[in-house]
T-cell receptor, first 112, second 113 residues
Framework: KQEVTQIPAALSVPEGENLVLNCSFT??????LQWFRQDPGKGLTSLLL?????REQTSGRLNASLDKSSGRSTLYIAASQPGDSATYLC???????????FGSGTRLLVRP | KAGVTQTPRYLIKTRGQQVTLSCSPI?????VSWYQQTPGQGLQFLFE???????NKGNFPGRFSGRQFSNSRSEMNVSTLELGDSALYLC????????????FGPGTRLTVL
């Protein structure tokens, strides 16, 4: 059974710092991995999608990497800003499962 | 292009009642999925529909049901509401479901009193 874990559960950093969020999964037979952002009481905003054949994806100040063999993904946020404060969720898509399996998220606070 | 829309945004019901939530996917998307989010359990998969067919269902009781219409819009129904059904219900759409990027709506906040 696939399990997705995100560490740390919460993170507080000063503005301008570069940071890394971690996501691990137990079954490496994933088809893709997606990172989301969720603001309090809101829906999920898709940040990056990495196909299993890819090693990384970049969008602006965000860079996500994927290492299927070790069951890990990281989300790198460069030059963090207070507006980056949110909960970040990773989710994996298993082949033929037609569903995303989510981690519990990392709650990020960027202090001005 | 308009995003995923969900109605209503907020609902307050009492135990024993039933509720219907609606989701309109992004134009051209044929797959719609539903998730329940609670502080204790996180995000849990309810079901996924593609071309009016349910392809997968999560581990929820039969009180939770859904359907998809020919225009890809989807509804989910919860009957005999329980206090534990209070949650944020999120709908996601994608082109064909398999392997595609999932786009989520703003959610429906259901409170059961």
């Amino acid at each position: 059974k696939q399990e997705v874990t995100q560490i740390p559960a919460a993170l507080s950093v000063p503005e301008g710092e570069n940071l890394v969020l971690n996501c691990s999964f137990t079954d490496s037979a994933i088809y893709n991995l997606q990172w989301f952002r969720q603001d309090p009481g809101k829906g999920l905003t898709s940040l990056l999608l990495i196909q299993s054949s890819q090693r990384e994806q970049t969008s602006g100040r965000l860079n996500a990497s994927l290492d299927k063999s070790s069951g890990r993904s990281t989300l790198y946020i460069a030059a963090s800003q207070p507006g980056d404060s949110a909960t970040y969720l990773c989710a994996v898509w298993m082949d033929s499962s037609y569903k995303l399996i989510f981690g519990s998220g990392t709650r990020l606070l960027v202090r001005p | 292009k308009a995003g995923v829309t969900q109605t209503p945004r907020y609902l307050i019901k009492t135990r024993g009642q039933q509720v219907t939530l609606s989701c309109s996917p992004i134009s051209g998307h044929r797959s719609v999925s539903w998730y329940q989010q609670t502080p204790g359990q996180g995000l849990q998969f309810l079901f996924e529909y593609f071309s009016e067919t349910q392809r997968n269902k999560g581990n929820f009781p039969g009180r939770f049901s859904g359907r998809q219409f020919s225009n890809s819009r989807s509804e989910m129904n919860v009957s005999t509401l329980e206090l534990g059904d209070s949650a944020l219900y999120l709908c996601a759409s994608s082109l064909v479901g398999s392997y595609n990027e999932q786009f989520f709506g703003p959610g429906t906040r259901l409170t059961v009193l």
